[in-house]
């Protein structure tokens, strides 16, 4: 099955720098790349997701960013905000008939440090 | 607020017991999943459903039971066969077409289980 490696486990970075999450999997038939934001004690929600037909997707401070060949996806967040401070996890799955959900890495523990 | 909703919010289970914990979704999903989360774990696989009265067992279903009557309903059992059942779980569903798993999961708040 599937195996979703994700680094670093927590990161610390200062109000207004940038982050980076990066993630790598294992199954060359996974098509499809979501990113999750968890806060303490709430349920995940998507941030940003991309699919293997594509390299890089953005959505305002949020930018997602996919090597097929390598197998690797990353997360960017800029211009870092107190908000953006909670667990990111990724993930890989397929958008094919047959999937049997998706496989999370074991998440990012973001820190905004004021 | 997601259409997917999980109850209760917190369980508390003796020792020996079987529990039941419910998820509902009015998102008209196939697909459903149960996922168990652990600190440090991330999220991990314990049953899915793509289909009405049909599942199957994800990486970690040993201790754990599902059913799958109705399309909106996917209840997950925690049996007394579950060793270490303090955790919190999650219930997700996403949406499915023509044979192909779409879009994204949208998961429910979770119900945190403790033995006591």
């Known amino acids: 099955g599937e195996n979703v490696e994700q680094h670093p486990s927590t990161l610390s970075v200062q109000e207004g720098d940038s982050a980076v999450i990066k993630c790598t999997y294992s199954?060359?038939?996974?098509?499809?790349f979501p990113w999750y934001k968890q806060e303490l004690g709430k349920r995940p929600q998507l941030i940003i997701d991309i699919r293997s037909n594509v390299g890089e997707k953005k959505d305002q401070r949020i930018a997602v960013t996919l090597n097929k060949t390598a197998k690797h996806f990353s997360l960017h967040i800029t211009e870092t905000q107190p908000e953006d401070s909670a667990v990111y996890f990724c993930a890989a799955g397929s958008s094919g008939g047959g999937a049997d959900g998706l496989t999370f890495g074991k998440g990012t523990h973001l820190i905004i440090q004021p | 607020d997601g259409g997917i909703t999980q109850s209760p919010k917190y369980l508390f289970r003796k020792e020996g017991q079987n529990v039941t914990l419910s998820c509902e979704q009015n998102l008209n999903h196939d697909a459903m999943y149960w996922y168990r989360q652990d600190p440090g774990q991330g999220l991990r696989l314990i049953y899915y459903?793509?289909?009405?009265?049909?599942?199957q067992k994800g990486d970690i279903a040993e201790g754990y039971s599902v059913s799958r009557e109705k399309k909106e309903s996917f209840p997950l059992t925690v049996t007394s066969a579950q060793k270490n059942p303090t955790a919190f779980y999650l219930c997700?569903?996403?949406?499915?077409?023509?044979?192909?798993?779409?879009?994204?999961?949208?998961f429910g708040q979770g119900t945190r289980l403790t033995v006591v």
């Open positions: 199954d060359s038939a996974s098509n499809y």
């Open positions: 997700a569903s996403r949406y499915r077409q023509t044979g192909s798993l779409v879009g994204e999961a949208f």
């Open positions: 459903s793509q289909i009405v009265n049909d599942f």
